[in-house]
């Protein structure tokens, strides 16, 4: 799994925008204000999601380097690979990507 990146979730988001308001210009008189705005809904919660997006690929995967001590001696050792977490968003479900470690015993 990929780690996620800021600029494709901006530009996803700005797109999302951009696709909202041409929606919203060219469906003026072909829809009632109910069903416009529940298009509208529709789009806004995939603008948030895009924003959510860029929220984790900001924070990183929680790498912490090579391995790290615990206090009762043991260690987290990073796996080179990153394993997806679920996070369900009020926009969306989003695959979080995390640093793996995995538990070994100090000697």
């Known amino acids: 799994m990929k780690a996620l990146s800021v600029e494709k ?3 996803e988001g700005n797109n999302e925008v951009n696709d909202l ?3 919203v210009k060219s469906n ?3 829809l009632k204000a109910y069903d416009m705005e529940k298009e509208i809904f ?3 919660m995939l603008i948030g999601l895009a924003a959510m ?3 984790f690929a900001e924070t990183g ?3 912490v ?3 790290l001590v615990l206090e009762e001696g043991k260690v987290l050792n990073r796996e080179s690979s990153l394993r997806g977490r679920d996070y369900f968003s009020i926009f969306g479900k989003i695959k979080v990507p995390r640093t793996k470690n995995d538990i070994a ?3």
């Open 65 to 67: 380097g090579a391995d």
């Open 105 to 107: 015993s100090i000697s």
């Open 9 to 11: 979730s901006i530009l």
């Open 42 to 44: 529709k789009r806004v």
């Open 61 to 63: 995967t929680g790498d």
């Open 53 to 55: 997006k860029c929220y």
């Open 28 to 30: 003026t008189h072909a």
């Open 21 to 23: 308001f041409n929606f």
